[in-house]
């Protein structure tokens, strides 16, 4: 299908979203370039999307992609072409930066990237009394969506409220139409970050002791506000974690950051409502 309608962003069309959200200091000398972007929304195709949204996908459950079968996934993704959007720069045929759609988990319960799937998310959930609520809600094969949200790092976060909105749009066309879509809640899949210190640096730092509690931060900053309106949410550790990834992933000369899975469990009814806040949270002050 062709592009998708304009939505606002920062009272923007989305098309002209500056995405430079880091406002230069009056009195910084020093001089930077500014790179203005044209953000364009479309349907899913199957004949150009499969690898910009495995590679997504892959991104969003980082460590534990290889659990998963994500040509699968992105198959079954690519099956429903009018539910959810891409967010691309060079027009339709290039590779998303963004994506955001959902998946109803009783529906294709069966099929196998959603059975893993689901099995993955229950046992996950089981490790954090914060996610209790999760876990039932599956295993009832109650109609729960799975949301797939995921950007490229520096794509801005105003991007967010259009392609959620959009989807809360699609999903009611989709339910008018009779399609399985009439979700009782809606599953947000999303990562958070932890900064861990380097066991590189083990001879450098000698007695230093890193903090056993340290603050987990997300990486979508929506989240702060998606929690506000969830029945439940908390953080995993993935299955396939160690040391060496926190390494690969340093963000400072002396530390590195360990990742972890993230859940939010939004009941359908509040679900427009936590979109809306996450627009008026995410828009600069007048």
Request: proline fraction near 5%; hydrophobic fraction near 35%; aromatic fraction near 10%.
């Amino acid at each position: 299908m062709g592009k998708k309608r304009s939505r606002e962003v920062d009272g923007k069309d989305p098309v002209e979203a500056d995405p430079n959200v880091d406002k230069m200091d009056e009195d910084d000398e020093e001089d930077f370039d500014v790179v203005n972007v044209d953000f364009e929304w479309f349907n899913f195709d199957n004949d150009i999307d499969f690898e910009g949204t495995k590679g997504l996908l892959r991104q969003l459950f980082d460590v534990d992609a290889n659990l998963f079968n994500m040509s699968a996934l992105t198959d079954l993704i690519l099956s429903q072409p009018t539910i959810g959007s891409t967010v691309k720069v060079d027009g339709k045929s290039t590779d998303a930066y963004a994506l955001c759609t959902v998946l109803n988990l009783a529906e294709h319960a069966q099929k196998e990237p959603i059975e893993a799937i689901s099995k993955y998310l229950v046992q996950k959930a089981r490790t954090n009394e914060s996610l209790s609520a999760i876990p039932p809600l599956i295993e009832g094969k109650n109609q729960v969506g799975l949301v797939f949200s995921e950007r490229l790092i520096n794509v801005p976060g105003e991007i967010a409220p259009p392609l959620h909105s959009m989807l809360i749009d699609e999903v009611e066309a989709a339910v008018e139409d009779k399609e399985p879509y009439e979700f009782t809640h809606y599953l947000i899949l999303s990562k958070t970050y932890q900064e861990v210190e380097s066991v590189l640096d083990v001879e450098d730092r000698k007695k230093k002791k890193a903090k056993e509690q340290a603050s987990v931060y997300p990486f979508h900053p929506e989240d702060e506000v998606f929690q506000r309106y969830a029945t439940a949410y908390g953080s995993f550790e993935y299955t396939k974690q160690d040391d060496a990834v926190a390494d690969s992933k340093r963000a400072f000369q002396e530390m590195g950051i360990k990742t972890f899975g993230h859940m939010m469990l939004i009941e359908a009814s509040k679900y427009p409502e936590a979109v809306e806040a996450v627009k008026k949270y995410l828009s600069p002050p007048s």
